[in-house]
Nanobody, 115 residues
Framework: QMHVVESGGGLVQAGGSLRLSCAASGSFFSPYTMGWYRQAPGKQRELVAGMNGGGRGNYADSVKGRFTISRDNAKNTGYLQMNNLKPEDTALYYC?????????WGQGTQVTVSS
């Protein structure tokens, strides 16, 4: 059974950094179609960053220049480097396929940014 495990979240002050990891089993991701999503309390889940077939990252306007998506195909693991974090980045972060996420969602990893 395929699944993903997100990790790396935590509590950080504004301006700080975190690196999230997404360990996927099986062939959950094709070589390039990985995305990071987030859901803040009371809000809908939104796309944060996606990696397209060419290996380039596509980013939500709110995180451009601060977040970087990457992956290690040998380890079947994806990453989201988050720099200059802001309180509005506080959310539960998930990885899934991109641009069309599957109906399967992992448990996510909580990111909390204090002001």
């Amino acid at each position: 059974q395929m699944h993903v495990v997100e990790s790396g979240g935590g509590l950080v002050q504004a301006g700080g950094s975190l690196r999230l990891s997404c360990a996927a089993s099986g062939s959950f991701f094709s070589p390039y179609t990985m995305g990071w999503y987030r859901q803040a309390p009371g809000k809908q889940r939104e796309l944060v960053a996606g990696m397209n077939g060419g290996g380039r990252g596509n980013y939500a306007d709110s995180v451009k220049g601060r977040f970087t998506i990457s992956r290690d195909n040998a380890k079947n693991t994806g990453y989201l480097q988050m720099n200059n974090l802001k309180p509005e980045d506080t959310a539960l972060y998930y990885c899934n396929t991109y641009p069309n996420p599957t109906t399967y969602w992992g448990q996510g990893t909580q990111v909390t940014v204090s002001s």
